[in-house]
């Protein structure tokens, strides 16, 4: 009885708590994200007789949620050459990404979509970083080898449900995703424009578990960031076009979108935003942005 | 003199050390509930624990955590329907049956099942469980709640059989004989005579194994397909657990706060079932 009287005490103070907790429990947006706290957290040495050149400040970036990975790769990379310099990344989206660049509230503006022509109208500049190219996966025993992007679309939202609508034998398809929030879905759901429309048979939260699904399952079908696509799995062409490296780099392979950083024209940046871009677009940076799984522009 | 001050000491160290424990928890409800409210509050209780749609990331987001509500509770329970009949009978048969040498043999192996960690549970389901499934009943995907309900009555086993042993074992040798005594068989008596006598532990048990299956995230989370669906056997589904780990490495904003909430609720879930087992213990040595 006791503990009956203690666990509905318990509920009570959780209602009642419920009721006067403030809304400014909000946490800043950029703390949600993993790679930043070290980021931001990270005071700035004063002294490092280790670098040679003294370069110091903090280079500020805010934008796209699914450059995360590859801009904290090079963020920290950046960091270690530079042990002065504090780097910050505000994973806000695209948009919010490229008016932060333009009205100046950050050094380096991150958008994973090509700016538009007014947007470079309004005095705003591109440079791309990187190509993100995401293969569509099915299984080495699955006879199909080419889709194209509209009967991906129409799969992933169940108007084609059987493989042999699409060339196949007759079984029913699987489709297998990823979890909301990771930055591959809604790529891969913004390009075949899918968003939130798609009926996934199971939702998985990381790569390595989507491909080993559509290796043991013959009917199955998934999507994968290009870099880490195995022998396990066969990536289908997309429209007749064979997703590689080349591909994705001269644009005819269509399931990919340009990271790009965005800067003002005219404006110059601080000597440590210069020189962060300067590194990112530097040859030296193509293992890092390799490493994050995309294909270096 | 002396002496007292070093027994004070130590006394002290003593306290101070059970406190950290104390300590945790009370950090660990504390920062569930400031975490877990505010999403709450915003989406509002009922449209909360009660909205069917669970859509974190779409333009018009909805946080409706039934249908991961009820897969915890039908997973749970069709872990236990599982579990249970195979757990118990294995207990009766390992406290009053089996010749030594066998009890130590499957004592040890009960043991090692317990020692095995979640993930690897979660990879051999992932990767033979998955597929049996897919092939045995003819569906197209073998990740759905029977796949993690097997998994989880798997996982529950040892704590049933140990706890169930343990209970059998401490029944009063008199009430057997006794039962004997008045011509009942062997089995007579252990099912009408040892384990009424024991259901107080047996119960226990079953209340451990339902706080282990419902805490599961990592073994459930690689079997059971992870959509927000409502539960059905063949359906990919989310647990209460899974929708927290799956969710919370790209997570922001209200997402972000929802899945503490999320947590929240899990948490309360299982105070209730530390509650009941609590109830059960004190009930076996009052009797």
């Known amino acids: ?297 | 003199m002396k002496h007292n001050l070093t027994e004070t000491l130590v006394h002290g160290v003593f306290l101070l050390l059970g406190l950290v424990t104390v300590g945790c928890v009370l950090l660990i409800t504390v920062y569930l509930v400031v975490s877990g409210i505010p999403a709450i509050r915003e989406i509002g209780l009922m449209d909360f624990l009660f909205g069917p749609t669970w859509a974190s990331t779409a333009a018009e987001p909805k946080f409706g955590i039934l249908p991961f509500i009820l897969t915890s509770i039908y997973g749970t329970a069709g872990a236990i329907a599982l579990g249970l009949p195979i757990g118990f009978l294995t207990a009766v048969y390992l406290a009053k049956m089996a010749p030594k040498a066998v009890k130590e043999l499957i004592g040890q192996a009960v043991s090692m099942l317990a020692g095995i960690p979640s993930v690897v549970y979660g990879l051999v389901g992932m990767m033979v469980l998955v597929p049996g499934i897919r092939k045995l009943f003819h569906v197209p995907d073998g990740a759905s709640l029977l796949a993690a309900i097997v998994v989880l009555a798997i996982m529950i086993l040892p704590s049933i059989i140990k706890m169930s042993v343990t209970a059998l074992e401490a029944v009063p040798r008199e009430y057997e004989d006794a039962s004997l005594a008045l011509g009942a068989t062997p089995e007579e008596t252990w099912f009408r005579v040892s384990v009424p006598a024991a259901k107080s532990g047996i119960a226990a048990a079953v209340v451990l194994g339902v706080g282990r299956a419902i805490g599961e995230a990592m073994a459930v989370m690689m079997v059971a397909g992870n959509v927000a669906n409502m539960p059905g056997l063949f359906r990919s589904v989310k647990f209460l657990t899974t929708a927290v780990a799956s969710e919370m490495s790209y997570s922001s904003g209200l997402q972000r706060q929802a899945l503490f909430s999320i947590a929240l609720v899990l948490f309360l879930f299982i105070m209730l079932i530390n509650a009941a087992l609590n109830f059960f213990l004190k009930g076996e040595k009052r009797s």
């Open chain 1, 1 to 297: 009885m006791k503990h009956v009287i203690c666990t509905l005490l318990c509920l009570v103070m959780v209602l009642t708590l419920a009721a006067c907790g403030q809304k400014s429990a909000e946490a800043p947006a950029a703390t949600n994200d993993p790679a930043a706290p070290a980021a931001t957290d990270a005071p700035a040495p004063t002294e490092t007789p280790a670098a040679p050149a003294k370069l110091s400040g903090t280079v500020s970036t805010d934008g796209s949620t699914s450059m995360e990975k590859v801009i904290g790769a090079l963020g920290e990379a950046f960091m270690e050459a530079n042990p002065g310099v504090t780097f910050t990344y505000n994973p806000t989206g695209s948009g919010t990404g490229i008016q932060a660049a333009s009205e100046g509230r950050c050094d380096i503006g991150l958008s994973s979509r090509a700016l538009k022509e007014e947007e470079k109208a309004s005095g705003l500049t591109e440079t791309v970083l990187a190509y993100d190219g995401i293969a569509v996966i099915v299984n080495p025993e699955n006879g199909v080898k080419d889709l194209t992007l509209a009967q991906i679309a129409d799969i992933y939202t169940g108007k084609i449900t059987n493989w042999s609508e699409v060339g196949g034998s007759d079984a029913e398809i699987v489709l297998v995703g990823r979890e909301a929030g990771s930055g591959t879905r809604s790529g891969f759901e913004e390009i075949v424009g899918v968003k939130d429309a798609c009926l996934y048979r199971q939702e998985l939260s990381s790569t390595g578990d989507v491909i080993a699904t559509v290796a043991q399952n013959p009917n199955a079908i998934g999507y994968a960031s290009l870099a880490s696509v195995k022998d396990t799995v066969k990536a289908v062409k997309v429209g007749g076009v064979v997703p590689s490296e080349a591909t994705v780099k001269d644009g005819t392979y269509a399931i990919q979108r340009p990271f790009v950083l965005v800067t003002k024209e005219g404006v110059a940046l601080s000597e440590a935003a210069q020189a962060f871009f300067d590194y990112v677009t530097s040859p030296d940076a193509a293992a890092v942005i390799t490493a994050a799984g995309v294909v270096p522009a």
